[in-house]
C-alpha cells in the first residue's frame, strides 16, 4: 500500500538553507555520497544557495506550503536570518532546524557571552591586526559616491531557530551525522508516521554513555578535575573516572560517539536528552556531585579546576538554555 | 547614473553581494563586493580554555575546518611554547595533506573544470560537474566522488570526525597511527597521486591544448599586478603545514619573510564601513585603496600566489610541473587570475606526494604523541596555508590558559580586495556599452570571482560554488527595467 | 496526567483567627477562584474539623473535583488528615497539596496586604503544582515479627518483657556484663523511695527465663541493614564470636551516663576527697554508710544541684532527675544522722510529676536548708584551715537572702547531670537515626510522634532520647512496644511510596547515581544496562533524582515538573499583583 | 511604591522547613518577601530549579537545608553544598550577583536563626535591587 503511494506521490520539494552557520551542515548533506542519488531521485531540490541560483524572489513567489521540507541549519544572528527563517517557515510545510546552531544557537551562540558593542570593538578597533583610526564600524546603510548601500543588521544577542519561528522538528548534531539525516529524510519521503511536532529526530533517546566503548563504573568520585592534556588518557577509562569533564552522561547519542573515537570528551553537540529543562544544569548537577569532598574551601578548590562551565555544559547551546545569555 | 546589481545570492538570502555601477555611457564606474555576515569568533573565544580553540575555531568554517583546527592547534602549541614531537608533527601533517587533496578536488571538478573542461560560454545546462563527466567519461566522475570521499575517511580516521575533528591538543595529538591504519593510508596516497597526475593530464589536454582557453587565461581582465604571499619551508619550497610567511612583489623579488608572531609587522587590516569583512594590506606598503601596482599594499593569498612566493615544490613531480607552469605562462612571477586552477592542481599533485611521502615515514607509527606541557602559558601565533589563502590566529592567556584575547585572519579575508579588483577589472573588460549583458558574460565575470575559490564560509560563510547570478537593468531611480538571470 | 481534564478545588482555611486576621481570605479565594482548572475557591473557619473535611469530601462528589489544595498550616501538621479526607472520597491522596499560610504567612507577618498577597502566590503555586501530582499506591512489605532491643536497662527490659509477653522472639542485646542499667546503680527511688532493687529484680529474672527472649551481654550491635519488617544484623561478643540475626523492627534503648565533673575547678572534684558524686553518694547508700574519706560522720552534708547541667559551657539541657534525687538524698541523710546539717544549693526546684512536689513540701519541713544560686554564678568549694569546724565551705551567693555566704561541709555531694553516650554517634549510625546538637537521638516529631523516628521500624525510648525518670522510660517503652506489635500485627506494612523511579527508556547506565544515595537502594542491572532502584530501601530524598544527567530518574511527588510549575505558579502570581 | 525583593527559598522537610514552622509557632515575625517550596533534602534541589526561579523572576534564590553531620539523609546537604559552589562560578559567569543565591544551613531548632536570615538576605538583595533576568528574557522572547 505505502509503496503503491510512493510511486504515484510527487517527489518531495526540498530546500537547505543556512543562517549563522559555518557551512558545515551543508557539507554533511553533500556527504550523503552515494546515498546522494538516492536524494535526487526521491527529491527536488527547490532551494539550495549553495548549489541552486534560486532566488530570494522566487522564494517569495511560492504559494505558502510550496517547499514540502526545509532543513534550516544556522543560528538567528542578524536581520536577513531572522526574515529568512520567517520567509522559509512561511513556504514550508515540515520546517527542520538542522544542527547544533538552529538547535540551540551551537558555537556561534558563545556569543551571548558578549555583545554586538564589544564584539564590534574587539573586531574593528582593538584587533591588534587592525588600523582603524577613524573607528569605523560597517554600517547597515551606508552613502557611497555612487549610491546607497546596505548589509543586515547585525543583533545583540544570538537566537536559535526555534526562538524566532516555529519548528517541527530538531535534528541535532555538529555537524548532524550523514546517515541520521538519510534515515529522516528516507521515514519523510516513506511517508512513514513522524513523531510528534516538536521532537527531535535523528538522534537517541539515550545518552552518548550507552554507545561509548570505555569503560564505566560507578567510581564517579572526584577529587580534582583536569583538563584533557593535564592527563595521560589511558584510551579506555571513562573520561569522568579520569577526572576530565565529558558531556557524554547529558548528551543525546547518535553520532557514533565520533568525539571519544579521536580520545576527545564528548563536547555535547547532540543536546540534552528528550525533556531536558535546560540543556546544562543536569550535567552541572551530576558533575558537582561526583565532587568527593565536604569542606567548603576544599570543595572550592575542586570547582576551581573547572574553570569555563558556563562554556563547558553550554558549549553548544547557551542561547537555548534557560539564561540565554550573559546579564551585562 | 546606471546601477546593475549582480547579486550572487541576493542581499536577503545572501553572503556576498556585489554592486556595480556605471556610468552614464554605461562603462563600469566602480565595484563593491559587499561581506554580510560576522560571528565575532575573536570575542567570544575569550574565557575558553585554549586547548578548546582549535576545537572552536573549526565552526568559523565547515568547508575548511582543517585549517583552523591546524593554526589554532599550532597557536597552542606556541602559547604552551613547545613543539610536538616529530610523530605527532607528522600526523597532524598527514591528516592536512588529506585536507588539501579532498578540497582541490571539490574544486577543480566541482567548480572550475566546468568552465574549461565543457567551456566558459557553453551552456548552462551543461557548464556543470555533470557535463564534465560528460566529456571526460562517467567512470571519471565516479573516480571524483571516490577519491574525495577516501580523503575525507583518512581525515575521520585520524580526527574523529571528517568536518570539525578532535586532533589536536596543544604540544601533539590525541591518537597514534597503528601499522594496519599506515598501510592502508600509504595504499590510498598512491591512489591520490595517480588521480592528481591523471587531473593535471586533463588540464593539460583539455585546456592547454585549446589557444582559445590560454586566451582566456592571459587576457587582460583576468589579471591583476599583486603582491603574493605564501608559506615556505627552509628552502623556501611551498609548505601549507609550517615554516615562515614570505612575500614577494610584481617582480618576483622578496618584499619581506616573516615568521608567524612577526605577522604584525608586516600585515594590516583596514575597515570599510560597507562590508563586515575587513581587507587585510601590507603595513610596509600601506593602504592605496583598491588599486594594484607596487605602491599599494593589496596582495593576494591563493594557489598561485603560494607558487609565485616560493622557489619550488617539495616533491619531485609537482616539481615538474610547477616549472612547466611557469614557462608556459612566461615565467615566474604569473598575474593572470586563471592560472590560480592550475596552481591548485600542482599543489594537488604535491598534496598527495607529501601524503604518501608522510604514510611511508617509519615515524609516523611512533607513540610518543605528547609533548611535556611544563611551561606557564601566554600567548602564541600559530600560521598555516589554507586552501584559500594565508590563516593566522594568535591566542594570548593568563597562566591558567584561559585565552584572554584573540586575533584571526582567515584565508580568504586576505583575498578581499583582490576579490574587489578582480570583480571591477572583469566587469569593465565584459560589461561595455552596446554589450548585452548575458549568461555568457555573467558567467566570464563570475570566473574572476571563482578563481579565489572565496570560502566565505571563513569570510563570510558561504560556500564556494557555482553561484547564481542575477543583473538588473536600472533606470536612473533604481526600478528594473530589464533582469538577466543566469539559466 | 496535565493533559486529563483538571477540576481543582480550593480550601482556605482561616484557622479560626490564626490566619483570617492577617490574609484576607476572602479576596484570596475569590482570586484564586479565577485561576485556570480550579472549579470551586471556598474558605471555611476551621478546615482541619471534620465539617471542614466533610466540605472537601463532599465537594469533590458533587463537583468531581480530581485535585485539592488546601491553604491553611503546615503540612507537616495536616496534611496527612486531609490526604485521608480525599481518600474517603475515593480519590488518590497524593492529589492533593498544601499550602501554609499559617506558619508561614500570618504568623510571621504584620501587613495584611503583603501577607495576603504572599498567601495568594503560595496557593497559585500549589494549584499548578497539583495539577501534575500523580496516583501514587501504596506499597506493602512483609513483617519479620522478631524484634532488636538495643540496651538492657529499664526501658529496654520493659520493651523486651511486652514484646515477648505477646508472643514474639525478641533480641536483647546489653553491652555490659550485666542488665538492669542506670536502676541497678540505685538504692531507692523517688518520690516514694521503693527499691530499686526490689523493681528491677524480678523484671531482671524475667528476661532471662523467657522462652521468647534471647539475651546477648558484653555484645554490640553491627551496622544494621535493611528496612521496616526485613531488618538483619551481625551481633558481635567480645570474644568476637558472630551471631546473625534477623528482625523487622528496633527498639533502641541503649540509655545515657553519667557526666564527670572532674573538669570543673569550682567543685574540686578529684582534689578534695569528700567531695563525692551523686553516683557514689548512692554507692554509699546503698552500702549503709555515710561517712568521711577519713570514716567520720559528716556534721554537714552540702548538695549542689545541676552539676553539668543547665550550663551553657557544658549542657544547656536540664537532666531532669537530679532534683529530686537531690530531696531523697536529703530524707535519707536527716533520716539516718539527725544530727546532721544538710544544705541543699539548688538553681530552681524542678518537682514536677507525680509525688514530687509533695516530696519537696516534705523536706521542706525537715532539717534542711535550702540555698538558691544563680546558674551563671557557681558556688566554689574550699578547703578550711585545719582545726576549723568543718573542713571545707561552699562559697556562694544566696539568691534570696541577697548575701554571699559560706556554707560549712564535711561532705559535698554534686548532682551530677545525664550525658549521650561517646558512642552514640556509632549507635545512630548503625540504626540509621539521627541526633541532634547534644548527642541524644532525635524522634520523629516532638509532639506527635515522641518513640518513632525518621526511619520507618526503629523506636527510641528511655534516656537515650533524652534524660527521663523511671516511669516515664517505662511508658516509652510500652509505647513502643505496642507500636511495634500493632505493625506485626498488621503482617504487612505501607511504605514509603515517594520514591525515586528509574526511567529504563532514558538511563545510559553512565552510574552517577549509584554512589549517591545513602541506603543503597540505587543498583546497576548489569543485563539491561541500567541503573534500578530499590523502592522499599528508597527513602524518597531525591538526591539521585537531581544527580541524574540525563532526567531517567524521577522523584516521585517531587519531579522536575512538579516543583517547576510550582516555581512558575507562585512567580506568575508574583508578577501579577507586583 | 520602593522595590520589593522577591525570594524563592528550598527548604529541606525534616531541618529547615521545621525550622520556619517553628519561627511561625513562636509568633516571631521576618520579611515578607520570602516564598518557600518545600523539598524533602536539599540533596534533592537541582540547579535547574535554581535557573528557573531567576528566570520567573524572583530576585534571590535561598536553599536551606540541614547542618552538616545532622542530614535526615545521611549527606544530601554535602550533595547540595558542592552543587552550591559550582553554581555560584556559573551564575557569576553569567553576570549575576552571588549574593542573589545564597546556601544556608537551619536546624528545626533554629526558628528565630531562620526569621532573623530571611530578613538580613532580604536586606542585601534590596541593595542589590531587581534582577534584570526576567526583562532581558522578556525582551529575548519571540
Sequence with gaps: ??????????????????????????????????????????????????????????????????????????????????????????????????????????????????????????????????????????????????????????????????????????????????????????????????????????????????????????????????????????GETCFLEQGVICMGPATRGGCGVRCIKGNAPCRGCYGPPPDAPDPGAKMMSAIATMIDVNDPDEIQKVVDDIDDPAGTFYRFSLPGSILRRKMT | MKRYTIDPITRLEGHGKIEIFCNDDGDVDNVYFQVPELRGFEKFCEGRPVEELSQIVTKICGVCPGCHHMASGKAADAVFGVEPPPTAKKIRELFYMAHFVHSHIAHFYALAAPDFVVGPTAPKAERNVLGVIAKVGKEIGTEVIKQRR??????????????????????????????????????????????????????????????????????????????????????????????????????????????????????????????????????????????????????????????NASDGMATPAAQEEFEKMYETLGGKPVHATLAMHWARLIELLYSAEHCLELAQDPEITGTDLQAKLDKTPKEGVGIVEAQRGTLTHHYWTDEKGLVTKANIIVGTTNNNAAICMSLKKAAQGLIKKGVTVDDGILNMVEMAFRAYDPCFSCATHSLPGAMPMMVNFRDLDGNILRTVKRN | MAEQEQRIGVYICWCGSNIAKMVDVEGVSEQIGKLPNVVIAKNYKYMCSDPGQDLVVKDIKEHNLNRVVVAACSPRMHEMTFRKALQNAGLNPYLFEMANIREQVSWVHEDKDFATKKAKSLIAAAVRRVSFHEELDKRTVHIDPAVLVMGGGISGISAALEIADAGKQVYLVERSNRLGGRVADLDVTFPYGHSARQLLEPMIKRVEQHPQITVFTECKVEEVFGYLGNFECKVIGKDGKETGIKFGNIVVATGLKNFDPSGMDNYGYGKLPD????????????????????????????????????????????????????????????????????????????????????????????????????????????????????????????????????????????MVGAEAHEDAKEVAHAVGVSMCGNDFFIEKHPKLDPVATTTDGVYIVGSCQGPKDIPDSIAQAGAAASRILATIAQVEVEVEVTTAVVNEDLCCGCQTCIKVCPYSAVTYDEEKKVSTVNEVLCKGCGTCGSTCPTGAIRSRHFTDQQIMSQIEGLMAMEMEVA | MSFEPKIVAFLCNWCSYTGADLAGTSRMKYAHNIRIIRVMCSGRVDPTFVLKALREGADGVLICGCHPGDCHYHEGNYRCLRRYHLMQKYIQQMGIESDRLRLEWVSASEGKQFAELVDEMTEQVRKLGPSEIKPVMEKLAV
Design chain 3, 275 to 414: 567531695v563525692v558524686t551523686s553516683v557514689e553518694f548512692e554507692k554509699m547508700l546503698r552500702q549503709g554508710k555515710i561517712e568521711t574519706k577519713e570514716g567520720k560522720i559528716p556534721q554537714n552534708v552540702a548538695l549542689i544541684h545541676c552539676v553539668g547541667s543547665r550550663n551553657k559551657d557544658i549542657h544547656e539541657y536540664c537532666s531532669r532527675t537530679c532534683c529530686m534525687t537531690a530531696l531523697k538524698y536529703a530524707n535519707q541523710v536527716t533520716a539516718a544522722l539527725p544530727e546532721t546539717n544538710v544544705y541543699d544549693c539548688y538553681v530552681d526546684m524542678r518537682a514536677f510529676g507525680k509525688g514530687c512536689e509533695e516530696l519537696y513540701a516534705n523536706t521542706s519541713r525537715k532539717n534542711v536548708m535550702f540555698l538558691m544560686f544563680d546558674k551563671e554564678d557557681l558556688p566554689v568549694i574550699k578547703k578550711t584551715a585545719a582545726g576549723d569546724t568543718c573542713n571545707m565551705v561552699v562559697e556562694m551567693n544566696e539568691v534570696l537572702s541577697g548575701e554571699a555566704i559560706e556554707v560549712p561541709a564535711d561532705m559535698v555531694v554534686l
Design chain 1, 1 to 234: 500500500m505505502a509503496n503503491k503511494k510512493e510511486d504515484t506521490k510527487p517527489k518531495l520539494k526540498m530546500a537547505v538553507y543556512w543562517g549563522a552557520a559555518c557551512g558545515g551542515c551543508c557539507v554533511s548533506v553533500l556527504d550523503v555520497h552515494e546515498a546522494l542519488f538516492d536524494v535526487v531521485a526521491a527529491a527536488d531540490l527547490v532551494f539550495w544557495p549553495i548549489a541552486l541560483d534560486t532566488k530570494y524572489a522566487d522564494v517569495e513567489a511560492m504559494e505558502d506550503g510550496y517547499i514540502d521540507l526545509t532543513l534550516f541549519n544556522g543560528a538567528v544572528r542578524n536581520s536577513e536570518n531572522e526574515h529568512m527563517a520567517k520567509l522559509l517557515r512561511q513556504k514550508t510545510k515540515v520546517l527542520v532546524a538542522y544542527g547544533s546552531c538552529a538547535h540551540m544557537g551551537g558555537i556561534p551562540g558563545l556569543a551571548n557571552f558578549t555583545t554586538k558593542e564589544e564584539i564590534f570593538k574587539r573586531v574593528y578597533e582593538t584587533s591588534e591586526s587592525t588600523v582603524n583610526p577613524d573607528k569605523i564600524y560597517p554600517q547597515p546603510e551606508f552613502e557611497v559616491p555612487e549610491g546607497k548601500l546596505e548589509i543586515p543588521v547585525f543583533y545583540n544577542d544570538v537566537r536559535s531557530l526555534g526562538q524566532v519561528v516555529d519548528v517541527d522538528y530538531y535534528l541535532p548534531g555538529c555537524p548532524p551525522q550523514t546517515e541520521r539525516l538519510v534515515e529522516v529524510f528516507m521515514a519523510i519521503v516513506k511517508g512513514e508516521e513522524l513523531p510528534p511536532k516538536g521532537s527531535v529526530v535523528g538522534a537517541n533517546v539515550k545518552t552518548q554513555c550507552e554507545e561509548c566503548e570505555r569503560k564505566k563504573s560507578d567510581n564517579k568520585l572526584i577529587k580534582r578535575f583536569y583538563r584533557p592534556w593535564q592527563i595521560e588518557d589511558d
Design chain 2, 150 to 307: 577516501i580523503a575525507q575517511e583518512i581525515q575521520a580516521l585520524l580526527g574523529g570526525h571528517q568536518t570539525h575533528v578532535v586532533l589536536n591538543t596543544p604540544g601533539g595529538v590525541r591518537k597514534g597511527l597503528t601499522e594496519e591504519e599506515r598501510k592502508d593510508i600509504e595504499e590510498k596516497a598512491k591512489g591520490f597521486v595517480e588521480f592528481s597526475k591523471f587531473s593535471l593530464k586533463i588540464f593539460n589536454d583539455v585546456v592547454l591544448q585549446n589557444k582559445e582557453y590560454v586566451d582566456i587565461i592571459l587576457n587582460g581582465p583576468y589579471s591583476l599586478s599583486l603582491y603574493s604571499m605564501g608559506l615556505v619551508d627552509d628552502n623556501n619550497k611551498v609548505n601549507f603545514y609550517d615554516g615562515k610567511v614570505r612575500v614577494v612583489d610584481q617582480e618576483g623579488s622578496e618584499h619581506c619573510k616573516y615568521a608567524p608572531n612577526e605577522y604584525r609587522d608586516w600585515v594590516a587590516e583596514r575597515v570599510e564601513p560597507w562590508s563586515y569583512l575587513k581587507f587585510p594590506f601590507l603595513k610596509q606598503v600601506g593602504w592605496k585603496g583598491f588599486v594594484d601596482g607596487k605602491d599599494s599594499g593589496v596582495y593576494h593569498a591563493t594557489p598561485l600566489s603560494r607558487l
